[in-house]
């Protein structure tokens, strides 16, 4: 019995290890391989100098234990102690307790910032010295990083953080939704209150101290005002109490007109007596439950939400409402510069949203307070896969300023396309804009170094939700992490942290660790080929989901993400001489590159100049072959991440293995439809031919609407060009069963079958696949519970997905017959067959 009972708690911690369903992160601390000798070099114990009930400290502590054991298979005890005795211990303090205790002895710390660290352990002896709690506790979780990743080896770091300001952002809702968040409900929030169960909130804080994050902003920057009802600010207490055991301050974004519609003030004028007095009194009371708030965020006079313009008071008056409030207790506000007219028109040639941030801030340069930040968008657009630096970084010498980034992927594939990030965000950060003919990176701007100022930093939009994976999907994880390493040290390597990521996510193995560094290093560079080339930006539904093609939603509306695409050109004129002014806006040297067309960059070119589709690029191509081009390149590298992935089969447990798996094939497909629906837009648009006689010809398809029909009717898509010849097919009723049926004509062999279909929010259709009635495939039209893109209602580029069943053998004359049984608004809707010869794309 005795016996029974110890092999089923083996089995069970086998099996319980097994299931890897992503809630740890890269925190899983895996097992390595440490045999007995090994385990008598690691620590037996861990020493805190400071037994304050809640601190990092101890956090860092208890994070060695677990991990020693863990990874290690080590039982390290812990104990706070008054005395220096180190033996066979890691010591855990801060400088001024180290000094104080041990300060006969060692006098030897070395110099450390804000948040900073000195890490040196020898096997088993050794310390974690943080210049603050905080800091020590990043050095445990430094020292864990190296012994997940199997290295015992000694260790004598001392580092410091690139900027003070080191934030993440949630746009989460009162109700529990969350604002361009891809994986599930809020861990925060839901029907109006602070959840009751804080348990994922705090495994969040874990992993965002992991990676030195100092803060986080909880709510949505598009706030609600019932944020701040006593009720709600108790509730905000009990996640700062969750957070503050790792060294993360929360802080809370603000509506500006609070005052009018929570205070009943019937103003929210921010130089009006009573709304300044009603703000001071807010920020007093957060303070007198969270003493150790970290500041507020705060969106105004942007894309609908209320500011200082409703009363003529500049942004800067403004800001320095809340900035005053904050003083007293140490705060820091966080001011977006996102502020643009939404209702700009575009026939005037030279309006241009990207001109707005420089042309409101510009001007209010040292005017606000100086625990102001202001809060710069990478871009002067909106997170677009390309973007040049945004201008204003350039442009205030007397404020401080901080580069707000965007780990969810709201235009970049929600989560269902993998795209490494940190190249994208290299391009930025090393970006040296010149300031004053002097050098200028951008990264050198953000930390305050380059203008010499007192705070500075880093903001990312995150979007974490309920779904154990965090993000949605494994494989996005690295650019959380990465982003936290970024902001640490943005100079790191971005290959460098992929791979720390990898082997902390997924282990040491060498194969798993190469394929997904190959993958992820290709997956920007393919997603841009995919969507949006040339710098004309992501060409998604701008109007909708920001999801999937849609090329002609970007003009002809007042939000100014304008290509200017018409049958001969396209592109954004930005020069001074001839359009927009907004190269102008960059330092001289800067701005001449892109006021001339033979220096910008390509992949910039269409951001800064209009041309026609003849244009010829450095490379040789025109513009348009260019797009057919990198259209079909790059979704020939997606394609090929599903084999790459799946040569890692066995060698990744089985649940990521599938997750991965399912999200890869499905990227494969939409890639398909991205690249045809681009290339037949501007194949439509412009007249002008593929040279490679790819676009619009497709001989392994069979287009739904051309088959034998019962039940089914085409339907013309909208818009067109996300259907294969603009066309599809319905069921006649939502109640009707569909079949299309058809001989084949391919030569006999064996084929991967694609169907492309088109998967609607609001039912779940059933398709079925037969060859001379055998049934080859069946599925549901459930992406929007796997998936967790923005889902759509429509036949469109969002909902366009291709299945595909791999091996299927067909003879000459065979008949194909798809049977499709809508539900709920889902009419079972086809678009087209494919048989797919080893090695073909089509
Ligand atoms: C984008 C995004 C919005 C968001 C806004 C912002 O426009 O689509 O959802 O509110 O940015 O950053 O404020």
């Excluded at 069970?12 to 045999?35: K, M």
């Excluded at 102690?81 to 070395?110: F, G, M, Q, W």
């Excluded at 809020?186 to 990676?211: E, H, P």
Aim: proline share 5%; hydrophobic share 35%.
């Amino acid at each position: 019995m005795m016996r029974l009972t110890l092999t089923l708690i083996w089995f069970l911690q086998i099996s319980f290890t097994l299931a890897e369903n992503g809630l740890n992160g890269w925190l899983r601390y895996a097992p390595v391989s440490c045999d007995q000798h090994c385990q008598r070099a690691l620590p037996s114990r861990i020493v805190t100098l400071n037994s304050t009930r809640g601190s990092p400290v101890g956090t860092a502590a208890q994070e060695i234990h677990d991990g020693l054991r863990k990874i290690a298979g080590k039982k390290a005890t812990t104990e706070h102690t008054t005395s220096c005795d180190t033996h066979s211990a890691i010591l855990v303090a801060t400088v001024e307790d180290y000094l104080r205790v041990c300060n006969n002895k060692n006098s030897n710390v070395p110099t450390l910032n804000d948040d900073g660290f000195w890490i040196d352990i020898d096997g088993a002896q050794g310390r974690i010295i943080g210049q603050n709690a905080r800091g020590a506790l990043y050095g445990a979780y430094e020292y864990l990083s190296r012994l997940a990743q199997g290295d015992f080896s000694p260790v004598d770091e001392v580092t410091s953080p690139h900027a003070p300001i080191r934030w993440v952002n949630q746009w989460d809702n009162m109700d529990g939704s969350i604002e361009r968040g891809y994986a599930g409900p809020s861990i925060f929030f839901a029907n109006g209150q602070i959840v009751g169960d804080l348990t994922r909130a705090k495994q969040y804080a874990r992993l965002l101290a992991s990676v030195r994050i100092n803060a986080i902003i909880v709510n949505n920057v598009n706030a609600n005002a019932t944020l701040l009802t006593p009720q709600n600010m108790d509730g905000l207490a009990r996640i700062a109490d969750i957070y503050r055991p790792y060294g993360i301050h929360i802080g809370i974004s603000l509506n500006f007109a609070s005052p009018d519609t929570l205070g009943g003030l019937g103003t929210y004028d921010p130089l009006d007596e009573s709304v300044i007095e009603w703000w001071s009194d807010i920020t007093d009371r957060l303070y007198d439950r969270i003493p150790d708030m970290a500041g507020y965020l705060v969106k105004a006079s942007s894309e609908g939400q209320p500011g200082p313009d409703t009363y003529n008071r500049t942004l800067a008056e403004g800001a320095n409402l809340f900035a005053r409030a904050l003083q007293p207790h140490g705060g820091v506000l966080m001011f977006r510069a996102f502020v643009y007219d939404h209702h700009l028109t575009e026939d005037s040639w030279t309006n241009d949203r990207a001109n707005a941030q420089v042309d409101f801030f510009k001007k209010l340069d040292g005017q606000f307070e100086d625990n102001v930040v202001i809060q710069i968008k990478y871009g002067p657009i909106d997170f677009q896969v390309r973007e040049p630096v945004s201008p204003l970084f350039a442009n205030l010498y007397q404020t401080n300023m901080a580069i707000e980034l965007q780990v969810t992927q709201e235009y970049l594939g929600h989560q269902c396309h993998l795209v490494y990030l940190p190249p994208l965000w290299k391009t930025i950060l090393d970006f040296d804009l010149r300031v004053d003919q002097q050098a200028s990176p951008v990264r050198d701007i953000i930390s305050g170094e380059r203008f010499k100022r007192p705070l500075g930093g880093w903001a990312a939009v995150v979007n974490v939700g309920t779904n154990t994976t965090w993000l949605g999907s494994h494989l996005a994880m690295s650019n959380l992490y990465a982003y936290g390493r970024l902001a640490w040290e943005p100079k790191a390597d971005s290959i460098a942290i992929l791979q720390d990521w990898v082997r902390l996510t997924f282990g040491a193995n060498r194969q798993v660790l190469d394929a997904i560094t190959d993958m992820s290093m290709a997956s920007w560079p393919a997603y841009e080929n995919y969507t949006g080339n040339l710098g004309i930006q992501t060409l998604t539904d701008i109007l909708y989901t920001h999801y999937g093609p849609n090329p002609g939603s970007q003009d002809g509306n007042g939000w100014g993400q304008w290509t200017r695409a018409d049958n001969v050109s396209i592109g954004m004129d930005r020069t001074v001489k001839n359009g927009t002014a907004n190269a102008g806006q960059y330092p001289s040297e800067i701005a001449q590159m892109y006021e001339d067309i033979e220096t910008t960059p390509d992949d910039l070119l269409l951001w800064f100049h209009h041309v026609p589709y003849t244009h010829r690029l450095d490379s040789g191509k025109t513009v348009i072959q260019h797009f057919y081009d990198a259209h079909y390149s790059g979704a020939e590298t997606a394609q090929g991440f599903v084999p790459q992935w799946e040569s890692l089969h066995g060698l990744v447990d089985r649940e990521r293995y599938e997750a991965v798996r399912t999200r890869l094939v499905y990227q494969a497909g939409h890639s398909i439809v991205w690249r045809d629906a681009i290339n037949n837009f501007y194949w439509n648009l412009s007249g002008i031919a593929d040279t490679a006689g790819r676009v619009g010809h497709h001989p392994w398809r069979i287009e739904a609407e051309t088959m034998d029909l019962k039940g089914y009717r085409p339907y013309a898509v909208d818009p067109f060009e996300t259907a294969s010849r603009y066309t599809a097919v319905v069921t006649t009723t939502n109640s009707t069963t569909g079949t299309a049926q058809t001989k084949v004509k391919v030569p006999s062999g064996t084929y991967d079958l694609g169907v492309n279909y088109f998967d609607l929010y609001g039912g779940q259709s059933q398709w079925s696949v037969y060859v001379n009635e055998r049934l080859v495939g069946e599925w549901k039209g459930n992406s929007e519970d796997v998936l967790g893109h923005t889902p759509s209602i429509y036949l469109d580029g969002h909902s366009a997905i291709r299945i595909t069943f791999r091996g299927v053998k067909i003879r000459t004359g065979d008949r194909l017959k798809i049977v499709g049984v809508p539900d709920g608004v889902e009419p079972a809707p086809l678009d087209y067959v494919v048989f797919l010869p080893a090695g073909v794309i089509d």
